[in-house]
């Protein structure tokens, strides 16, 4: 769980922020009121720390001193402060402060911890920087690390094509227009005949005067033009909004692929996920397992307790994920879940399996006429060059074995 560190001497402040860390439940955090406090915690966790909320001034140290002390932790840092002051924003903002709020009213606070659970949420994306110059270059993907991104940078549109074909989880591009090779225009064209819009974001740049840029830029493929030279804030803002509008999209695409009870993946999308993965796996010689689960008796369960066995699916996907969610798992059909994993030697996936049987047993389902068990009898196919058809035919004849033999069994072939 990330550790945020929250520095303040306003004992209402406080306790707003508190209620905010307690209602965010991926957030512990370190409270001080003081610049000795704030001190002797960094000293105590300062590695741990995921970012820093502080106020600027502070009983021991009125003149944002507080500042100095988290960039000096390498803390990312966000500063709270009850003045606007446009010079020391700019001064904070060369520091290397990730954003500055001026506590207005209770909006200010929700938006501070906006931009924390963003700054978490940039851990995993990724973003390419495309630019012949050097100096604007990593002017750019500095500013983009601030923001807790993954940056990897090209000096031409050719390596990045390259880098985008090697490195598919490349989520924004933003790219120079005056470029040596291809110039950003015809990048932006390259780049839209592979990827849509809603697959990879585009962000154009360029110091050149002329009005039609950003247009060209638009009508070509890009989602947006930022002009240079540019302020810290005006790209951050440039950068989420087009981020979160990605994000909406993958929202609503995964929601369509997903089972509308157990949020398992669907059958049909498990189909296309798995015949995706097993092609990757047999080209890099990996092996790989289906396991088909069946829950014991579920058809006659449901006849009987008909309002309890929608609750019994959600458990035990709620279960399968948690056992299995680094890979593959989704919903067959009415009492059968499925998981695909790779990487992992039949025995491994076999005692994994077990676990998992023995997990969804103990599992208690209260009823109207008490409590009840059930269990599930698993199907378990390996290979490193089998068919998905040819492995969940394997499957369902094991899983017949083994519930002729009794059920609550988990059967290899």
């Known amino acids: 769980m990330e550790r945020l560190l ?68 390498k803390v990312p840092t966000l500063v709270l402060t009850a ?52 100096v604007a270059r990593k002017q750019s993907a500095n500013l983009l690390k601030k923001y807790q ?61 002329n009005a039609s840029l950003s247009a060209k830029f638009i009508k070509n493929g890009a989602n947006d033009f930022l002009r240079k030279p540019f302020n810290q804030e005006e790209f951050y803002c440039r950068v989420m909004h087009n981020i979160e509008s ?19 993946y669907n059958r049909q999308y498990f189909y296309h996920i798995t015949n995706r993965q097993i092609k990757y796996c047999q080209e890099e010689a990996i092996e790989y397992s289906l396991a088909v689960i069946e829950i014991d008796d579920f058809k006659e369960f449901n006849n009987i307790h008909s309002e309890y066995g929608d609750s019994v699916l959600i458990q035990f996907a709620k279960q399968l994920d948690k056992k299995f969610g680094k890979f593959i798992t989704a919903r067959l059909n009415s009492s059968q879940l499925v998981a695909f994993v790779w990487g992992m030697s039949l025995d491994d996936c076999e005692n994994q399996m077990n676990e ?23 199907g378990l196919s390996h290979s490193s060059q089998m068919s998905l058809r040819r492995m969940l035919e394997a499957c369902g004849e094991l899983i017949r074995r083994a519930q002729n033999a009794g059920k609550d069994l988990v059967l290899y072939d």
């Open 149 to 209: 991104f993954q940056v990897v940078e090209s000096d031409g549109a050719k390596t990045a094509i390259k880098m985008l074909i090697e490195q598919p989880d490349i989520k924004l591009v933003i790219t120079d227009y005056n470029m040596p090779d291809i110039d950003g225009f015809e990048l932006v064209k390259l780049i839209r005949g592979k990827y849509d819009k809603q697959d990879l974001t585009i962000i154009g740049l360029s110091g050149e005067g």
């Open 356 to 378: 998992f049987r023995a997990q969804i047993k103990k599992l208690s389902i209260e009823t109207d006429t008490g409590e009840k068990h059930l269990t599930v009898s698993v």
């Open 83 to 134: 003045t606007f002051d446009e010079k020391k924003r700019d001064s904070l903002f060369q520091k290397g402060i990730v954003d500055y709020v001026v506590k207005e009213n209770r909006y200010s606070y929700g938006y501070a911890m906006k931009l924390i659970k963003r700054l978490q949420r940039n851990h995993t994306i990724k973003v390419l920087v495309v630019d012949d110059s050097l």
């Open 246 to 264: 990605l994000e909406a999209i993958e929202i609503i695409k995964d929601s369509a692929n997903r089972d509308y009870l157990t949020h398992l």
């Open 6 to 73: 929250f520095v303040e001497d306003s004992a209402l402040v406080l306790k707003v922020m508190r209620r905010l860390v307690s209602e965010a439940s991926e957030f512990e955090a370190d409270f001080a009121e003081t610049y000795a406090q704030a001190e002797a915690l960094i000293q105590q966790n300062g590695q741990q720390y995921f970012s820093a909320v502080v106020d600027l001034n502070l009983p021991d140290a009125p003149k944002g001193e507080i500042v100095d002390l988290t960039l000096k932790s």
